[in-house]
């Protein structure tokens, strides 16, 4: 019997409210740092004092630093009994990043065979050069630590042999994990991987399978490992598969065709690879997130038989969600077509018995497509067209990473736009008689969402590509929605608690997304989250269409809208707190005895004006050789500088001959000043036969199956440095070429460098992140031509 009361109204409103909280913030468990913890059992105070030893500073791959967080742990996994040993090789990456990595490897010895080992995995450097590297990945580092210490702790032997790899040399280029699993012998032994990341430094971290297969058995057996908080999903699931993936647990797949689960939290992104991942910025209720999953992992997969490894073939898939007290409901992709037509077929039976019992009318159900259709159309229209217009604005074109420092209250602001548009449509709409009609267009677009993207056809979808069949747990609330749709035919006045309870499904599954998607891939579909928004509102209009009061709910989110946005510009400034991201080069072309000052910002700052004036040139023709950068930014604008008197960047040819047709050369290149990076470019059209770099023979790529085929421009490598090693390539390409060849020597030292007189950078700024900064970038070229090496002359000094 329905509550007759404008008070039991408000009640479901409430609990509806309070349900659409819950969903947000029951993700990850209490951030509550508690003392004095059993040895035996996880601590978030234990870990924090691991993450808080490794982010004191930068610690990239060549930094005295990058040591100090080495021996920090080997020194942490020797006090817990375990033997411990290093491995370094030089590695280059696909798409030509070469770093010689330095690997800390340990393993703690199972009953079993060892060869169903699990490794736990995670990386120790930071991202070059001014990330403190407490979210990415110091947090996953101390995730291990301290998940092994407590393990160890319960003096139990596990089934399994568990291996613990700290990789090296993952921001570069993946070559700490290309370097285990191509090279080591331990590499053979492993079974499965859990594998603990960052892209932020908040927010619930989320479950990713890495697999050549299904996912079926994985799946089965992450439920059965008993994590408490489960933040995974299909969705994510069958987008990750469709889109170039970037952790090491990639290698491991790709390479040694080892499954494997990734953990990462990607909230407070605009912290991701800058200054701002800091101890103090870390959010412990994630770092506890991290440790929940790990702990009961832990105990399960270092049990059970690994025999298999968890494979299956590739189409043995599970849909799966996470849903109160089920914690993961999952069932096989292969049911789809089968629940999509049944819920059809439901709808067009309950379409029609409404009709017969005159609780649905056709003009008010095709009439309530007008509201709902309104809302979706509109929200995304105001959303959409209003971020456009305000990310050329300065503040936002200053943040690289694509989610600004204000990003959670526009989305808010997005979020209740839509729920203020909903709410006033349907209140033009509304008629107590009418809700079973208007009711059907919220089912029927969603159940449409799951024909035309989950549903099989052939080797695909109905869309082609566009195929994402982890998207079919969507049919959950479809059949949810249709039992409210029944109840609301067979009832004038059903049960507001019986109808709350079958919103659940819908608010669980739909609310965090509203969220999740602007954060994790960008605010260019900020729309997103008001088009979610009006998409659940139209699913809970079997209870909101009970409301008399849509009117007033409508201008009551009118009012948080103006809110949220007002707040969301108020904060649109930098501060010490939310700094601008600002950079500064120093290019010494050595081959011209000439100096520029170079930056990448978009607009310029007083701070970069005392280097480059109020009138610099575009750097157009400084982009012709493209430093290798995260979303392939170039320089904006130069200006003339002074000609400093620096150590010379050398280039030494060892050898040069001919073989046959083909021309050998081997050239050194060096400086007697501390290097961090060689950026190595050549003309687009030269081909090499063969490449040796350091010794490492360079894999063919690209279209054209050469060394270093696949080319950012005409770029050829960057060699991130170690110990000032110098680079040593070996050429072999056709007699007929004369290639030229051009170095850029960067060290990361401009800041700290007297001679440049360079003020302090304003404590409201920030290094620019993403990009070769706060450099000194030194250039020489050489050119091969006639079997003669020709030099650049040399600076009159140098002379």
Request: aromatic share 16%.
């Given at each position: 019997m329905r509550p007759k009361s404008h008070f039991s109204s408000a009640i479901s409103f409430v609990i509806i409210l309070l349900l659409v909280f819950y969903a947000f913030y029951s993700q990850t468990p209490s951030s509550e740092v508690k003392e004095n913890v059993p040895a035996t059992e996880w601590s978030t105070a234990r870990a924090l004092e691991h993450i808080q030893a490794l982010s004191v500073e930068p610690h990239y791959l060549g930094s005295k630093a990058h040591d100090k967080a080495r021996d920090y742990i080997i020194k942490q996994l020797k006090s817990y009994g375990l033997n411990v040993t290093t491995q370094s090789a030089y590695d280059i990456s696909w798409n030509g990043n070469m770093s010689k990595p330095e690997n800390i490897l340990a393993r703690i010895k199972g009953r079993t065979d060892?060869?169903?080992?699990?490794?736990?995995?995670?990386?120790?450097d930071s991202d070059p050069h001014s990330s403190k590297g407490a979210s990415d990945a110091a947090s996953g580092v101390a995730t291990i630590l301290e998940a092994t210490r407590a393990f160890l702790a319960k003096n139990e032997q596990p089934e399994n042999d568990i291996i613990i790899c700290i990789t090296d040399g993952e921001e570069l280029g993946l070559n700490g994990a290309s370097t285990f699993v191509n090279k080591h012998e331990w590499a053979q032994d492993v079974a499965f991987v859990l594998n603990f990341e960052a892209r932020g430094s908040g927010g619930p971290s989320y479950m990713l399978v890495e697999t050549n297969g299904g996912n079926r058995k994985i799946i089965e057996a992450f439920s059965k490992s008993g994590v408490e908080y489960p933040v995974a999903n299909s969705l994510a699931y069958s987008i990750y598969k469709m889109i170039p993936n970037d952790t090491d647990l990639t290698i491991f797949r790709e390479d040694g065709d080892i499954n494997g689960l990734n953990f990462a939290f990607i909230g407070d992104h605009f912290d991701y690879h800058t200054q701002l991942d800091s101890y103090e910025r870390l959010d412990r209720n994630t770092l506890a997130h991290q440790g929940s999953y790990l702990m009961p992992q832990l105990d399960y997969f270092s049990s059970i038989d690994l025999t298999d490894r968890l494979k299956t073939e590739k189409d043995d898939d599970v849909v799966y969600v996470p849903l109160p007290l089920i914690k993961m409901v999952q069932f096989p992709f292969s049911w789809l077509s089968g629940l999509i037509i049944v819920a059809f077929v439901l709808m067009i039976t309950l379409i029609?018995?409404?009709?017969?019992?005159?609780?649905?009318?056709?003009?008010?159900?095709?009439g309530g497509f007008v509201p709902f259709l309104g809302a979706l159309i509109i929200s995304y229209l105001i959303t959409n067209y209003t971020w456009i217009g305000i990310k050329e604005s300065e503040f936002y074109i200053h943040q690289l990473h694509g989610f600004p420092y204000n990003g959670?209250?526009?989305?808010?602001?997005?979020?209740?736009?839509?729920?203020?548009?909903?709410?006033?449509?349907?209140?033009?709409?509304?008629?107590?008689?009418?809700?079973?009609?208007?009711?059907?267009?919220?089912?029927?677009?969603?159940w449409l969402i799951c024909l035309l993207v989950a549903f099989p056809v052939g080797d695909g979808g109905i869309l082609g590509s566009i195929f994402l069949p982890g998207a079919g747990f969507l049919i959950i609330p479809v059949f949810c929605s249709l039992i409210m749709l029944y109840i609301n035919i067979q009832q004038k006045r059903p049960s507001y608690i019986l109808l709350v309870l079958l919103s659940v499904p819908a608010i669980f599954i739909l609310s965090p997304f509203i969220k999740a998607f602007p954060v994790a891939l960008?605010?260019?579909?900020?729309?997103?989250?008001?088009?979610?928004?009006?998409?659940?509102?139209?699913?809970?209009?079997?209870?909101?269409?009970?409301?008399r009061k849509k009117?007033?709910?409508?201008?009551?989110?009118?009012?948080?809208?103006?809110?949220?946005?007002?707040?969301?510009?108020?904060?649109?400034e930098f501060s010490p707190s939310q700094p601008q991201s600002t950079s500064l080069v120093y290019i010494h072309n050595q081959d011209e005895n000439k100096a520029q000052w170079a930056t990448y910002d978009p607009t310029l700052t007083d701070w970069v004006k005392e280097k480059l004036g109020n009138n610099p040139q575009n750097a157009k023709e400084l982009n012709k050789n493209s430093i290798d950068s995260k979303y392939g930014t170039g320089f904006s604008y130069v200006a003339p500088a002074e000609y400093k008197k620096l150590a010379s960047l050398d280039i030494e040819i060892l050898s040069d001959r001919l073989v046959g047709e083909d021309r050998k050369v081997k050239l050194k290149v060096s400086s007697t000043e501390t290097l961090h990076r060689i950026e190595a470019f050549t003309t687009d059209e030269v081909l090499f036969k063969k490449a040796v770099v350091n010794g490492l023979q360079v894999p063919k790529t690209g279209k054209s199956e050469t060394p270093f085929g696949y080319r950012w421009g005409n770029r050829l490598l960057s060699y991130y440095?170690?110990?000032?090693?110098?680079?040593?390539?070996?050429?072999?390409?056709?007699?007929?070429?004369?290639?030229?060849?051009?170095?850029?020597?960067a060290s990361f030292d401009l800041m700290q460098r007297s001679e440049f007189e360079i003020t302090a950078r304003p404590i409201e700024q920030m290094s620019m992140p993403f990009v070769l900064n706060d450099a000194v970038l030194k250039k020489r070229s050489i050119k091969l031509v006639n079997q003669q090496t020709i030099v650049e002359e040399q600076t009159a000094d140098e002379k």
């Open positions: 060892s060869k169903n080992a699990l490794l736990l995995l995670s990386h120790y029609v018995y409404g009709i017969k019992r005159r609780r649905i009318q056709l003009t008010y159900l095709l959670y209250w526009l989305i808010a602001a997005a979020a209740f736009i839509a729920l203020t548009i909903s709410f006033f449509l349907y209140h033009k709409y509304y008629h107590r008689d009418r809700i079973p009609s208007l009711s059907v267009a919220p089912i029927f677009i969603l960008g605010m260019s579909i900020l729309f997103v989250a008001s088009v979610l928004t009006a998409l659940l509102f139209g699913l809970l209009v079997p209870i909101t269409g009970h409301y009117g007033l709910l409508a201008f009551m989110s009118l009012i948080i809208t103006i809110g949220c946005g007002v707040y969301a510009f108020a904060k649109a440095i170690k110990d000032n090693e110098p680079l040593v390539m070996e050429l072999t390409f056709s007699a007929q070429d004369n290639p030229e060849l051009i170095f850029y020597g």
